[in-house]
């Protein structure tokens, strides 16, 4: 009852519905990731990087809302089909892509994987957001050349899209097995706040323009 009195105010100020919405509405960081950033393994999901951003940005009063889009086990494909749709739904000002990991553990063809995340960084700012790149390695099973240039494809389409990149997102926690689950690709959840500390630099600039 009080939102349709607040918009009946606003309607006869001479502002409209549509505008007065918008300025109630907490911008909107989207997170799109796998299953490093839905949490995987966490007794719960709060104890995941995300959740301590998000209680991060509430206690320094920034003021986003944060939304976990991320699917444990997406590929660059997947979530190449799923981009649009969660563009539309929420509108981010800010997308945090960390995708990619499972494309390697797949040893799927990086020049598609690199394809598949210009695509969604273009789209992500076509839709009018600011992009963080995530970056990730692999172990080299595959080889190391194929580590190798999986970990450059992160680079080549940060540079190329002019988007700021976080090389290595577990660059903190990889070699220190307390602080990684038993399978040795997930953090723990003493590892967490670690995560968050690697990835808030690079995105902490981008909350202010």
Do not use: C
Request: hydrophobic fraction near 45%.
């Amino acid at each position: 009852m009080k939102r349709l009195f607040f918009l009946f105010v606003m309607v006869f100020s001479g502002v409209s519905a549509d505008a007065a919405l918008s300025d109630a509405t907490p911008p909107v960081i989207l997170v799109f990731g796998d299953s490093i950033s839905a949490g995987y393994g966490l007794a719960r999901v709060e104890d995941g990087w995300v959740g301590l951003l998000r209680t991060k940005l509430k206690s320094e009063g920034y003021g986003y809302e944060v939304v976990n889009a991320s699917v444990s086990g997406e590929t660059t494909d997947g979530g190449l089909a799923r981009l649009p749709r969660a563009l539309q739904l929420h509108h981010p000002k800010v997308v945090i892509l960390e995708l990619g990991g499972n494309d390697g553990l797949r040893a799927l063809p990086i020049e598609q994987m690199r394809d598949n995340l210009g695509r969604m960084v273009s789209m992500a700012r076509t839709a009018g957001a600011r992009v963080l790149l995530l970056g990730m390695r692999i172990p080299p099973n595959y080889g190391p050349e194929y580590a190798d240039k999986f970990f450059a494809a992160f680079g080549t389409v940060a540079h190329a899209a002019e988007v700021p990149l976080v090389p290595f997102l577990l660059t903190s926690v990889a070699l220190s097995p307390d602080l990684m689950q038993a399978d040795g690709i997930h953090p723990n959840a003493q590892g967490q706040p670690k995560l968050l500390a690697t990835v808030w630099p690079s995105l902490q600039p981008l909350l202010h323009r």
